[in-house]
């Protein structure tokens, strides 16, 4: 079976009046950092996560074998494996590894620590698309491990660079402390967790690549982006993922600095397609014609993403402009709702959202209102919503999502292995779950960017999801703070922070 990835002490500070600006300033020699998150964490699991914070907050305390910038345009950088070969038929992939790797309890990372990672992805119902393809993990001697593979897979090598290395004698010791209390292989160890308030890292020593710059970090959970932005302001907090809400107040500021990244990730209207009226492609249609994309986007993100009706982005591999895009046309949805049989006002149940998509939900709610579908706005607590969407306990909702990696990772949005996972749609369909597992053995590039042409046209024109914008990941921070340029999809790295 597939599995799931897709995927939330305060530093010392000077602060001062800059000609009626409030200016804020890292005290000399400051070695700690404050980074805010909107809501917490469920887990800190190596394999078992499912959101971007927790992934946020694991790249910082394990490590990959290898480094690969989401942007596709280099090479694997070395981290624990420092080489690795392919054989010719693209079957095996042998890793060699570092000798001098250790984890967070001192003991050293082996290759069967290596294997045991491997296969804790492959039974990972949240994690497993990251070694798709993978039959079995050798560990040849303690520092050199092979992957075999059941075909050729071109993205193998960009979804295990994902995988986090995690300690087999600690997670044999107690399967609970693995998941709340990591010992890690990466530039953090973790130290304590206050639910709902904070968790604590501190720069680990042994660290094969030196010790990192920032030695405490603190992670804050701040539901209130507007206590976000003061906190940012006063030197609270030093670093933070914004929303668009307070981005204005923020770049008034000369004392922090506004960072915005391209990402693939997809803000989308999901409707459940095994309830009425979802099951209907013309009331899909409908629902997509009736989004004014622009105005969203105006509206719920000052701006701050780019229109497409397209879950694929448009700097990602298989987008092409020939592919349907839906525009605002609301006369065009009222005449599919006719076709459709749906006499209006029509009842289309209850929007269900995350509190953080309360705004977005108001706008969508008077789109459908202007064609005459209502909707009665829902708002819950992240987590349980979560439970409810992947238990398709929901008519209707709104949220953003990232499946990042190569394009192989939106089979999770589309296919029937995923049902109850990310194919929050329930969206089953033969020729899609088989367009995907074409494309996932397809070696050609041509070949594969018309077999990902043939899925994305299929999901335009089944009106799977109304999907609205690829939103920016805008990041607020101290502008004393250093941080290097961030790549494509918006991931950060601690240990390359300095003051």
């Known amino acids: ?42 887990t800190l699991h190596a394999s078992d996560f499912s959101t971007t914070i927790e992934s946020s907050i694991l790249n910082q305390i394990y490590d990959t074998l290898l480094y690969m910038n989401p942007d596709g345009e280099h090479d694997p950088e070395p981290r624990i494996a420092e080489s690795y070969t392919i054989s010719d038929d693209g079957l095996d992939y042998t890793f060699y590894l570092r000798d001098d790797v250790t984890f967070h309890d001192g003991t050293a990372l082996t290759a069967a620590d290596v294997k045991f990672s491997l296969e804790l992805y492959m039974n990972s119902n949240y994690q497993g698309d990251k070694v798709t393809g993978l ?9 050199t491990v092979v992957c075999h593979l059941e075909s050729a897979y071109s993205p193998f090598l960009l979804g295990v660079c994902q995988v986090y290395i995690a300690s087999e004698a600690y997670y044999e010791s107690s399967a609970e402390d693995f998941a709340s209390s990591p010992v890690g292989s990466g530039p953090y160890k973790y130290v304590s967790r206050t639910k709902g308030s904070n968790i604590v890292l501190e720069a680990y020593d042994g660290y094969y690549r030196g010790e990192a710059a920032i030695q405490t970090l603190t992670y804050e959970v701040i ?26 107040q923020l770049a008034a500021n000369s004392s922090i600095h506004i960072e915005e ?46 229109v497409n009706s397209n879950i694929c982005s448009k700097d990602r591999f298989g ?73 398709g306990s929901y008519d209707i909702t709104v949220l953003e999502m990232t499946l990042d990696g190569d394009t192989q990772s939106l089979e999770m949005a589309f296919t029937t292995d995923y049902i109850g996972t990310a194919n929050n749609a329930r969206y089953s369909d033969e020729e899609m779950d088989q367009l995907f597992a074409d494309a996932q053995v397809e070696t050609d590039t041509d070949a594969r960017a018309e077999i990902f042409n043939q899925i994305f046209t299929k999901a335009q024109e089944e009106a799977i999801y109304a999907v609205i914008c690829n939103p920016l990941t805008v990041y607020a921070y101290n502008s004393e703070l250093t941080c290097p340029e961030f790549a494509f999809e918006g991931d950060y790295f601690v240990y390359d922070f300095s003051w």
């Open 1 to 42: 079976m597939k599995k799931f990835t897709a995927i939330l002490a305060a530093a010392a500070m000077a602060i001062t009046m800059v000609g009626g600006t409030l200016n804020v300033s890292a005290a000399a020699g400051d070695t700690d950092l404050t980074i805010a998150v909107d809501t917490d964490i469920d």
């Open 135 to 143: 039959s079995s993990v050798e560990a040849v001697d303690d520092y």
């Open 223 to 248: 539901p209130d982006q507007s206590t976000t932005a003061i906190a940012l302001q006063t030197g609270e907090i030093d670093f933070a993922e914004i929303d668009s809400s307070i981005l204005t």
């Open 261 to 306: 990244v391209s990402t693939s990730g997809f803000s989308y209207v999901c409707m459940n397609l095994d309830t009425e009226p979802f099951d209907n492609v013309l009331v899909r249609q409908a629902i997509n014609y009736a989004l004014n994309r622009e105005n969203i986007v105006a509206v719920c993100y000052d701006g701050e993403a780019e």
């Open 319 to 391: 987008y092409s402009e020939d592919q349907l895009q839906y525009t605002y046309d609301p006369d065009k949805a009222i005449e599919l709702l006719e076709e459709a049989g749906i006499e209006t006002p029509y009842d289309l149940g209850t929007l269900l959202v995350a509190e953080k998509y309360s705004n977005l939900a108001t706008v969508i709610q008077s789109d459908l209102a202007a064609v005459g579908l209502n909707v009665e706005i829902s708002v819950q607590e992240f987590n349980s919503y979560l439970t409810d969407l992947t238990s």
